[in-house]
T-cell receptor, first 114, second 117 residues
Framework: DQQVKQNSPSLSVQEGRISILNCDYTNSMFDYFLWYKKYPAEGPTFLISISSIKDKNEDGRFTVFLNKSAKHLSLHIVPSQPGDSAVYFCAASAPGAGSYQLTFGKGTKLSVIP | DTEVTQTPKHLVMGMTNKKSLKCEQHMGHRAMYWYKQKAKKPPELMFVYSYEKLSINESVPSRFSPECPNSSLLNLHLHALQPEDSALYLC????????????????FGNGTRLTVT
């Protein structure tokens, strides 16, 4: 039973437009959420995180939004660039666990078209 | 360049072989991890070492044997593997527990692509 779900396997966006990647979770105990980006033949790279005490966290072109009541988070990339083309993983953990014990989603492959 | 180095990049082994995967980091991190990732699946946590002590074993079969010789090195010893164990094995490290687990994102290596024949 998947506790972290990324229901869109892929997403194509024009360069300069907004990319919105979605993630749903079923475990209401999760209180820490992260996004990782993965290029082919490389390991995942940390992008941005958010704890459940916030509903938004921003870092440059990347913003993560958390809707606790809907058990939903999203990653917004504005503006999208061709170098953003990668697989994006959503991950979550229970209270106090942080990165110690993460549950990952299956990933969404983002393609940014020049 | 990744700050977590994994060797080898690729490994092909038979079911009767014994091999080891190696991981090294020099960021002073005190937690190290092994993850397994199969195609089109999420990374799955296998083991966590904290201060060189095994703290999490996610019910991994004994044919996978982790070892943390010191704070910079993490090994995964493989013996009598099955073809279904073919996957990408990712090593990661983080500052936690020293800094707090919620302020310590994982730093991943590029992985070892393992094929069991």
């Amino acid at each position: 039973d998947q506790q972290v779900k990324q229901n869109s396997p892929s997403l194509s966006v024009q360069e300069g437009r907004i990319s919105i990647l979605n993630c749903d979770y079923t475990n209401s105990m999760f209180d820490y959420f992260l996004w990782y980006k993965k290029y082919p033949a490389e390991g995942p790279t940390f992008l941005i995180s958010i704890s459940s005490i916030k509903d938004k966290n921003e870092d440059g072109r990347f913003t993560v939004f958390l809707n606790k009541s809907a058990k939903h988070l999203s990653l917004h990339i504005v503006p999208s660039q061709p170098g953003d083309s990668a697989v994006y993983f959503c991950a979550a953990s229970a209270p106090g666990a942080g990165s110690y014990q993460l549950t990952f989603g299956k990933g969404t492959k983002l393609s940014v078209i020049p | 360049d990744t700050e977590v180095t994994q060797t080898p990049k690729h490994l092909v082994m038979g079911m009767t072989n014994k091999k080891s995967l190696k991981c090294e980091q020099h960021m002073g991190h005190r937690a190290m991890y092994w993850y397994k990732q199969k195609a089109k699946k999420p990374p799955e946590l296998m083991f966590v070492y904290s201060y060189e002590k095994l703290s999490i074993n996610e019910s991994v079969p004994s044919r996978f044997s982790p070892e943390c010789p010191n704070s910079s090195l993490l090994n995964l010893h493989l013996h009598a593997l099955q073809p279904e164990d073919s996957a990408l094995y990712l090593c990661a490290s983080s500052q936690g527990p020293a800094r707090g687990w919620t302020d310590s994102p994982l730093h991943f290596g590029n992985g070892t692509r393992l094929t069991v024949t």
